[in-house]
């Protein structure tokens, strides 16, 4: 199975989960306010920060398994692992809820802070469930999951919004009904299977410690790599709460996430499918060029122009579309949107690190990241302006990626000419395409005209890759192919 074949799986679910995003944001945005998206993010910041650790890294183990003993020993450390962070994070909340609540001055915090360890847990369990999927090829199975997962996920926010009232209460269930569904449903294709592997593997103690020992710069470097972007991340969220208000936290919140889509729909798709099979071709051919200049040119086609689109024009769309009280998010997504853009192109890549056993490179570079943003967001938060404290994390954070990409594509035998020519080319395109949207909003103040404008750009962008790019041709018509036989797919995976 190709790789376009397995990220078209992925998306194709993904499709289907950003138009449920699309249709369902405005209604959301209606029912719920700031500040309850702002409660909600700190808590997915916590949340987010200690789980990334949660397998120790060993995650990234199971689709480097030789065999399915190997690869049933990662995924029991991964559990084991889960269980004991789910232990700890469940002792340490009595002591750190209330400190916490005062902290970011939001007293239902402390509330919340009792479902951490469930977060936990069922985080790392998926995490597990996730890479065992991707390493068999079970890419349908974790399409299905996902979309389910955001579908039961935003009816019980709407449904419950609607009949009972807003909250963030409601937010977290929506999440955590929403996640644990997923769970059962890649249990439900996926146990079968993966209880027989577990059971002929025979495993004992010994063979789990020597699968934990030959990974073991997982948790070295890996753990603290991914520790240290989860905090780099997460940084803005912390110290926009720290230093202004929930509500700037809401705000920030929806920006993110709205202008995040592209990366939602196919930069974890190709992340999740790139691993395995970069991992595979480095094994068999000993370089990682092919591979990587095909991804990097398709991230590069595909995320440019949206991402930019929603650079130029956040504040009116997001005024349009939500309201006029979340403007003031479509401006965070503005400034926020260069480094989407460098993330959603270099995140996928990034696992070229593991693949080249040059963990320790990546961890130094996350250091650096972090320090760096530390600082620029501590610095811009005392002039109380959370815009300028944004746009300070920003260019320190694009600035670092760039760097990191750099490393990247060098080390990959990959040209950095040839790299900087593919996005300088596809980002004066979508600029120039996007020239007229922009002024019909800033000059005559008309959303009609500009969402027209954005509709023929957008049929015009689609329209030249498709034309003048033989790898987009095939990689459309395999496209839809594969969505038409989705449903076949799903039947065949149900009967293993």
Not at 15 to 40: D, K
Not at 49 to 60: A, P, S, W
Request: aromatic letters at 12%; charged letters at 15%.
């Amino acid at each position: 199975m190709s790789i376009g074949r397995n990220v078209i799986k992925l998306t194709s679910s993904r499709l289907a989960v950003l138009l449920l995003s699309f249709i369902s944001a405005p209604i959301i945005a209606r029912l719920f306010l700031p500040e309850h998206f702002g409660i909600f993010q700190i808590f997915g910041s916590i949340a987010g920060i200690i789980g990334v650790i949660t397998c120790l890294g060993y995650e990234l183990s199971i689709p480097l398994g030789v065999n399915k003993k190997e690869t049933s020993a990662s995924i029991i450390i991964c559990l084991l692992s889960t269980l004991i962070f789910t232990l700890l994070v469940l002792a340490a909340v009595p002591f750190s809820k209330g400190s916490m609540a005062r902290w970011f001055k939001a007293p239902e915090l402390s509330i919340f802070l009792w479902l951490l360890p469930l977060a936990i847990f069922i985080g790392g369990v998926e995490k597990a469930l996730r890479y065992w999927a991707a390493r068999e090829g079970r890419f349908g199975a974790m399409a299905w999951a996902e979309f389910c997962c955001e579908l039961s996920g935003k009816l019980v926010n709407i449904a419950w919004a609607l009949i009972i009232g807003a909250s963030a209460l409601v937010l977290f269930a929506g999440h955590f009904a929403g996640i644990i569904f997923g769970i059962l449903l890649l249990l439900v294709f996926l146990s079968r299977r993966l209880v027989s592997d577990i059971k002929e593997s025979d495993l004992d103690f010994k063979m789990i410690w020597t699968v934990a020992k030959k990974h073991k710069k997982f948790p070295i470097f890996s753990t603290w790599t991914g520790l240290l972007n989860a905090i780099s991340v997460q940084l803005p969220t912390i110290i926009l709460g720290l230093y202004f208000s929930t509500t700037v936290v809401g705000y920030y919140s929806i920006g993110k996430r709205l202008i995040s889509l592209p990366m939602m729909l196919l930069g974890t798709s190709i992340r999740q499918v790139f691993f395995p099979t970069a991992a595979k071709e480095y094994n068999e051919t000993g370089t990682l060029s092919t591979v990587v200049s095909n991804i990097f040119r398709k991230l590069v086609q595909i995320g440019i122009f949206p991402i930019v689109a929603l650079g130029l024009l956040g504040a009116p769309l997001f005024g349009f579309v939500f309201g006029e009280k979340w403007i003031e998010a479509g401006v965070y997504a503005q400034i926020l949107s260069p480094w989407t853009l460098i993330v959603f192109i270099s995140a996928p890549l990034s696992t070229t690190f593991s693949i080249l056993q040059r963990q320790g490179t990546g961890l130094a570079f996350n250091i650096g990241l972090v320090v760096s943003r530390t600082l620029a967001l501590l610095f811009a938060a005392q002039m109380g302006e959370p815009r300028i404290t944004l746009a300070a994390f920003v260019i320190v954070s694009v600035i670092g990626w760039i760097f990191m990409l750099s490393w990247i594509l060098r080390n990959c035998d990959v040209s950095l000419r040839w790299g900087m020519k593919i996005a300088v080319k596809y980002m004066v395109l979508s600029s120039l395409l996007l020239l007229p949207a922009c002024c019909f909003a800033w000059i005559l103040d008309n959303m009609f005209l500009v969402l027209a404008s954005l509709v023929f750009a957008t049929i015009i962008y689609v329209y030249g890759l498709y034309h003048f790019d033989p790898g987009i041709r095939d990689f459309t018509a395999d496209i839809i192919t594969r969505v038409l036989l989705l449903g076949r797919w799903n039947k065949k995976e149900q009967s293993l």
